[in-house]
């Protein structure tokens, strides 16, 4: 099987081949979309099905890595007209070393020989994904590249995509950090894209920080200017606004991305992003940077909660246990969820547990909308001395980087706070608990929360993550146990299949 890539290097095309070949790929390039039975029910003429190569037998080039496999696991011939196009045969792995080392040689951050190396493969290959589990240190690699595309190659201004506010100016100030570290004055300048920010009017500068949501609203002329382009939490890049800003890109030499969680492999999502942004080149996992000493140990203890009377558990077996074409799901699992979150022997027993914390904790919630992490807020506030502070999507700013701030430097300090604005990204030290008060199951959410405790600080000897689930159970078969039950189970999965210590209690309210 023969392919070259296409003169504007976005697909690699299908140039010889014989029928039997083309049908593999046709039928290893069609991917169905996740919970694709789901949508179907919405809209029944649509198989779910998401084709990765075109009516002119085109694949788009960041795949270049799955038609590699494609091709070992059918055993067929490969040959790729271009193939030097796929990376930087000139760059040297020991020179880039070389050059970290001493930039960073008076800095007291010293960057970690893996850091060292996932920058390496992102400069080698140009277009890829890393997966770096939180707490590795993902903005030092973007730093490293940033500087070395800068000085080294010469390249004039790299755009850095992050999916929320507060990275976009928790991420410029950890650049002027270290560049402040290494005893330098910064020979270049930043400026941030975000909502209702007006952007500086000056030519000279060289990297931009901003949100995909503003960023997706600029017109083309904007994106000409790029010659480099970073996608930090890399799995959004699913979504429409990410994918447009890349096209729009179509002047950058590179374009990589850096999340702690990639989609699965062969999956819609992961064939998805790769088409935009090129193959996983590198990977560093949780486990890894714990047992290197890079990382904090993380112990979940899973708490299981019985206080639902016979008669109500029942009736929600009761609508489970219909006919699928009879079911909502969606619907049930909801109302399990506002169960839970009206009960008022698990809100004080959670906010019990919570209080007799001693060290700073951490309470992510899902629901705004019916005021349950305020809720919490307040009956924690209640006879208690603790400084206690609420976050979600309307809290200013300036008020979230003040209360990170306080949790940095007091003790017996609570952030109550959404997951949305705390899952990704963020950074605090001083954080010992992080209570999980609702459910979900999305392995993304599950572990971008674990990371949030994860970060090393003198002192800090473990993050404790306490996950409480509802159990609803009744009846027989399947249908017996509850929606909540199995996303509590779905997520037991992943600590056990991350290596994080679990250990589940019953207790009954």
């Known amino acids: 099987m023969k392919f070259k890539i296409t003169d504007d290097e976005k697909f690699l095309q299908v140039v010889d081949c014989t029928m039997h070949e083309i049908e593999q790929l046709e039928y290893s390039f069609t991917k169905k979309v996740d919970n694709y039975f789901i949508i179907k ?37 490969l040959e790729i007209d271009g193939v030097e196009k796929l990376y930087d045969k000139e760059h040297n792995f020991q020179d880039f070393k070389n050059w970290a080392l001493n930039y960073f040689d008076e800095n007291q951050i010293t960057p970690r020989d893996y850091q060292i190396e996932g920058a390496n493969r992102i400069l080698r290959f140009k277009y890829c994904t890393e997966e770096i589990s939180t707490s590795g240190g993902k903005t030092l690699i973007a730093f490293l590249i940033f500087k070395y595309l800068l000085d080294i190659k010469k390249l004039k201004k790299m755009l850095y995509v992050v999916p929320n506010v507060n990275l976009v100016t928790q991420t410029e100030e950890k650049f002027y950090e270290y560049e402040d570290g290494c005893g330098n004055r910064p020979n270049w300048k930043s400026d941030c894209a975000f909502g209702g920010r007006k952007q500086k009017e000056d030519e000279n500068i060289n990297i931009v920080f901003g949100t995909y949501q503003t960023l997706s609203k600029k017109d083309l002329e904007y994106f000409a200017q790029f010659d480099s382009v970073c996608i930090d939490e890399t799995h959004h890049a699913k979504a429409n606004s990410i994918k447009n800003i890349l096209v729009k890109c179509y002047n950058a030499k590179y374009k990589f991305g850096l999340t702690g969680t990639l989609p699965k492999d062969n999956s819609c999502d992961s064939y998805t992003i790769q088409s935009y942004l090129g ?31 016979t008669d109500i558990k029942k009736k929600l077996y009761d609508l489970r246990n219909v006919k699928a074409d009879e079911k909502d799901g969606a619907k049930l699992l909801n109302l399990e969820k506002d169960v839970a979150r009206e009960t008022r022997e698990r809100l004080m027993y959670i906010v019990d547990k919570i209080k007799l914390t001693t060290k700073n904790s951490l309470v992510l919630f899902s629901d705004i909308k019916n005021d349950y992490g305020r809720k919490i807020y307040d009956e924690i506030k209640v006879a208690n001395t603790k400084n206690v502070y609420y976050i979600d999507g309307g809290t200013k700013n300036e008020n979230r980087d003040y209360y990170k701030k306080q949790m940095e430097v007091q003790e017996d300090t609570i952030i109550v706070a959404s997951i949305g604005t705390f899952s990704e990204g963020i950074d605090i030290l001083n954080v010992h608990n992080i209570f999980i008060v609702e459910s979900y199951k999305s392995e993304f959410i599950v572990r971008q929360v674990l ?29 017996r146990k509850n929606y909540l039950m199995r996303h509590a189970d779905e997520r037991q999965k992943i600590y056990k299949e991350k290596r994080f210590p679990y250990k589940r209690f019953k207790v009954k309210l």
């Open 41 to 77: 029910k919405k809209i029944p003429h649509w198989d779910g099905e998401i084709k990765f190569i075109d009516r002119y037998q085109r694949i788009p080039i960041g795949l270049w890595r799955e038609v590699q496999n494609v091709c070992t696991k059918f055993h067929f011939n």
């Open 279 to 309: 193959p996983r080149v590198y990977t560093i996992h949780s486990a890894d940077l714990i047992s290197a000493g890079n990382a904090t140990p993380v112990y979940v203890i899973g708490i299981e909660l019985h206080y639902l009377k």
């Open 451 to 479: 990371g949030r405790g994860m970060r090393l600080m003198d002192g800090k000897e473990k993050i404790t993550v306490i996950d409480f689930c509802d159990n609803y159970e009744y009846g027989t078969g399947y249908q």
